[in-house]
């Protein structure tokens, strides 16, 4: 139990292009879902957290016009970096959390969608 | 503000040896602890998590780890490493309702 998937799993781009990625819960509904950027060798960054419903919240530093997250569905979280550039690729990984009994706190986290703006 | 520190960054040990990898927090109450692991290109997989009640925590793939508030560490052991175990290990903590802060990881390498 406490699935989740990203897609796609990896994505190549033109600067200036658009790209959208997709967070699901496969096996549990979740209220809030996070996402994270992660460079090479570091730690998880968090960038923004979704309710589902609401308006993300983001973290300092964060253009929340170039990282666009809808939370439209108690399943469903999307990423669009919008007019990437190469200074945009990255590792991304999204995180869910449930609301149902037993899943408590704990965030259960996507497999990561690595992003190349060429 | 919350913090999580892993003081090793790098860390070698031989197949069948036993492991014990390091996080220390500062938090003002009794946070949430986890630890999570991540393979190259991969998420992270929950090993463990620490929310009340038993300080010593048992978790996936043979992992235990330890609250102890006097020290605010949550070391994760293990007491016979496997070549498989290899990966990047990260602690984290939060509280309800709240994000994760995480630790900068610790990279694990494992001899034949």
């Known amino acids: 139990g406490a699935v989740v998937s990203q897609h796609p799993s990896w994505v190549i781009c033109k600067s200036g292009t658009s790209v959208k990625i997709e967070c699901r819960s496969l096996?549990?509904?979740?209220?809030?879902m996070f996402w994270y950027r992660q460079f090479p060798k570091q730690s998880l960054m968090l960038m923004a957290t979704?309710?589902?419903?609401?308006?993300?919240?983001?973290e300092q530093g964060v253009e929340k016009d170039k990282f666009l997250i809808n939370h439209a569905s108690l399943t469903l979280s999307t990423l669009t970096v919008t007019s990437a550039h190469p200074e945009d690729s990255s590792f991304y990984i999204c995180?869910?959390?449930?609301?149902?009994?037993?899943?408590?706190?704990?965030?259960?986290f996507g497999p990561g969608t690595r992003l190349l703006v060429l | 503000a919350q913090s999580v520190t892993q003081p090793d960054i790098h860390i070698t040990v031989s197949e069948g040896a036993s492991l014990e990898l390091r996080c220390n927090y500062s938090?003002?109450?009794?946070?949430?602890l986890f630890w999570y692991v991540q393979s190259p290109g991969q998420g992270l997989q929950l090993l463990l998590k620490?929310?009340?009640?038993?300080?010593l925590v048992q978790g996936i793939k043979g992992f235990e780890a330890e609250f102890k508030r006097s020290q605010s560490s949550f070391n994760l052991r293990k007491p016979s490493v496997h070549w498989s175990d290899a990966a990047e290990y990260f602690c984290?903590?939060?509280?309800?309702?709240?994000?994760?802060?995480f630790g900068g990881g610790t990279r694990l390498m494992v001899k034949p």
């Open positions: 995180s869910a959390r449930g609301s149902s009994l037993g899943l408590g706190e704990t965030q259960y």
């Open positions: 096996d549990f509904q979740a209220t809030t």
């Open positions: 979704s309710n589902e419903g609401s308006k993300a919240t983001y």
């Open positions: 938090y003002g109450a009794t946070p949430y």
């Open positions: 620490y929310f009340s009640g038993d300080t």
């Open positions: 984290a903590v939060g509280k309800a309702g709240n994000m994760l802060t």
